[in-house]
């Protein structure tokens, strides 16, 4: 029977997680599990009976788990971000810090991804210009490379990992370059190649472990807390710039053509990896903020995806299929199931089902219904006109998004009536992560020679 630890939510989520952890070991049954966490809670009461506080009697009695030594440092190194680490790791560091936390590392990284991206220029090119077009089809080689060397630099990754990592980026240069891509064929490469990439960032991010369907989850996470710090830097940059703006202006100098070719996208590009690196050295900042940001937004897109569906059985409409329309209605699709895994990523596996589960399963049917109108349009101007670029870049996406969400709803459905694990939902979305990358890559590699280049 486990000794009650009456103390707030602080300790038990400490404890919490310590289980989740140890519930993942293959060689730890339940009933073992049940009696080392008995055990840590009796060391816990122990250690606060003699005057030690929360943080300091869970740092201790995790260091005390005897045989567990080996688990308590895995344990460590994966929630690096946590109080005790310096403890559990003691042993190993001495409280030392490794040359690649160092942010000068960080920093020579988005250095070389901002001059990456202003170096065409020493070719005659310019974004701005003529050759806006070749820019947009490259942006996503100009900067996600650094960003994936950076990974491999943290991860100690060499020989044939850094190698496999390359192949990816130099398919990605030939297929955006050496074809001769116009209209449709060009704007579907500027779209599904930094997806194809952003792949291969996650492979270096894991370190090579792809394999694994928890550090795919990691790698989702860590999407949507990149995502994140990047939008705060992003406003923090824009109106860094707006003030410089102004106060040159106010003393007779004009430093827009300044701020707007060099500062602006030296910022943007920079701020990739510098977004990266705050991701890795304030993650509990993160941690915190994202049950807070999905359950904020996830009932908000759910209200907008029914009412979305709503207003599309009151007027008997259909969607329209014009190009930039099927763009925009992927974009927003794509947009809410990142929303979708990432709520997903944040949410603890262990608790049991609540409300918000409930709001996740009423998105998932909201964008199911939508996908499914979406697909039904798609195919019938297919059948009227025929197949074009545009129209079978999204049907195909379509068809992924519809098997996704379909099995997605029937999963989450099963665990709300406590038929299935919430684990199955986070193994079938990394198991389907894969899709989108391949799907991404077709389009780049085969829809140009297919429909003319055009």
Same mark, same amino acid.
């Given at each position: 029977m486990q000794t009650e630890v009456p103390d707030g939510p602080g300790l038990e989520s400490q404890i919490g997680r310590w289980r989740q952890f140890l519930d993942r070991r293959q060689a730890v049954g339940t009933t073992d599990g049940d009696e080392l966490e008995s055990h840590l809670r009796d060391q816990?009461?122990?250690?606060?009976?003699?005057?030690?506080?929360?943080?300091?009697?869970?740092?201790?009695a995790v260091k005390r788990m005897g045989d567990l030594d080996g688990l308590t440092r895995e344990f460590a190194r994966e929630h690096s971000d946590r109080l005790w680490k310096q403890l559990v790791l003691a042993g190993d560091q001495a409280g030392t810090r490794r040359a690649t936390d160092s942010p000068v590392g960080m920093l020579a990284f988005a250095v070389a991804a901002a001059i990456s991206f202003k170096l065409p220029l020493a070719f005659g090119m310019d974004f701005a210009g003529d050759d806006a077009e070749l820019y947009a089809r490259n942006l996503s080689l /100009?900067?996600?490379?650094?960003?994936?060397?950076?990974?491999?630099?943290?991860?100690?990754?060499?020989?044939?990992?850094?190698?496999?990592?390359?192949?990816?980026?130099?398919?990605?240069?030939?297929?955006?370059?050496?074809?001769?891509l116009t209209g449709d064929a060009?704007?579907?490469?500027?779209?599904?190649?930094?997806? *194809? /990439?952003?792949?291969?960032?996650?492979?270096?991010?894991? +370190?090579?472990?792809?394999?694994?369907?928890?550090?795919?989850?990691?790698?989702?996470?860590f999407t949507g807390e990149w995502f994140i710090y990047y939008v705060l830097i992003a406003l923090g940059g824009g109106v860094l710039i707006l003030f410089t703006a102004a106060t040159f202006e106010a003393v007779g100098i004009d430093a827009i053509e300044f701020l707007q070719s060099w500062v602006l996208p030296g910022g943007a590009t920079g701020a990739v990896i510098v977004a990266a690196w705050l991701v890795e050295a304030k993650q509990s900042v993160i941690e915190n903020m994202a049950p807070v940001l999905t359950r904020v937004f996830t009932p908000l897109f759910a209200v907008m995806l029914l009412a979305s569906v709503a207003a599309l059985v009151w007027t008997g409409n259909g969607v329209d299929v014009d190009r930039d329309v099927l763009i925009l209605f992927d974009l927003l699709l794509i947009l809410v199931l990142g929303l979708l895994l990432y709520s997903i990523s944040a949410r603890d596996s262990r608790a049991q089902p609540n409300v918000m589960d409930a709001v996740q399963l009423l998105l998932v049917v909201s964008m199911l219904v939508l996908d499914l109108v979406a697909l039904s349009a798609i195919a019938s101007r297919i059948s009227e006109f025929g197949f074009s670029p545009n129209k079978?870049?999204?049907? +195909?996406?379509?068809?992924?998004? @519809?098997?996704?969400? *379909?099995?997605? +709803?029937?999963? @989450?459905?099963?665990?709300?009536?406590?038929?299935?694990?919430?684990?199955?939902?986070?193994?079938?979305?990394?198991?389907?992560?894969?899709?989108?990358?391949?799907?991404? @890559?077709?389009?780049?590699?085969a829809f140009p020679p297919i429909f003319g280049f055009s």
């Open positions: 816990v009461a122990e250690l606060k009976e003699v005057g030690l506080s929360d943080d300091e009697a869970f740092l201790v /100009l900067v996600l490379p650094f960003l994936a060397g950076y990974f491999a630099w943290r991860r100690s990754l060499h020989g044939l990992q850094l190698l496999g990592l390359a192949v990816p980026f130099g398919i990605g240069a030939v297929f955006a370059n050496v074809y001769p060009a704007v579907l490469t500027v779209i599904h190649l930094p997806i *194809a /990439l952003w792949l291969v960032v996650g492979v270096a991010y894991l +370190g090579g472990d792809w394999r694994s369907s928890r550090r795919r989850m990691d790698f989702v996470r079978t870049a999204a049907l +195909g996406l379509n068809i992924i998004l @519809a098997i996704n969400l *379909a099995w997605s +709803g029937w999963l @989450a459905l099963g665990f709300l009536r406590r038929r299935k694990p919430f684990a199955v939902i986070e193994h079938w979305q990394t198991a389907y992560i894969p899709v989108y990358g391949l799907w991404a @890559a077709i389009v780049v590699i």
